[in-house]
């Protein structure tokens, strides 16, 4: 069992940056890779940015190239996603996942965190 818990997000103006973190607990970290994913209103959750378990390889959404910056730190058992430029379109609630093989599927990941609103006004 892996817990998952948010920080970081709140109500920013377009142009903007933010730092989201994801602290986890349970079984070991270094064991899962992880995601972020986003879920507007009235919209399906989407695949923002994934990183492997090591930190060395990553794969960003279109949307999020050269914006967004996902990294971890095994240590101390955290993720977190820079995001820079933000956009109104941006606007969601941001959820981080932890699966043991990675991908953008959302169902390839085993746990989630409860996720933490990021608002971007224009």
């Known amino acids: 069992q892996v817990q998952l818990v948010e920080s970081g997000g709140g109500l920013v103006q377009a142009g903007d940056s933010l730092r989201l973190s994801c602290a986890a607990s349970?079984?070991?970290?270094?064991?899962?890779?992880m995601g972020w994913f986003r879920q507007a209103p009235g919209k399906e959750r989407e695949f923002v940015v994934a990183?492997?378990?090591?930190?060395?390889?990553?794969d960003y959404a279109d949307s999020a190239k050269g914006r967004f910056t996902i990294s971890r730190d095994n240590a101390k058992n955290t993720v977190y996603l820079q995001m820079n430029s933000l956009k109104p379109e941006d606007t969601a609630v941001y959820y981080c996942?932890?699966?043991?093989?990675?991908?953008?599927?959302?169902?390839?990941?085993?746990?989630w965190g409860q996720g933490t609103q990021v608002t971007v006004s224009s």
């Open positions: 990183i492997s378990r090591s930190g060395g390889i990553t």
């Open positions: 996942a932890a699966s043991l093989y990675g991908g953008r599927s959302s169902r390839g990941y085993n746990y």
């Open positions: 349970g079984r070991t970290f270094s064991s899962y890779a």
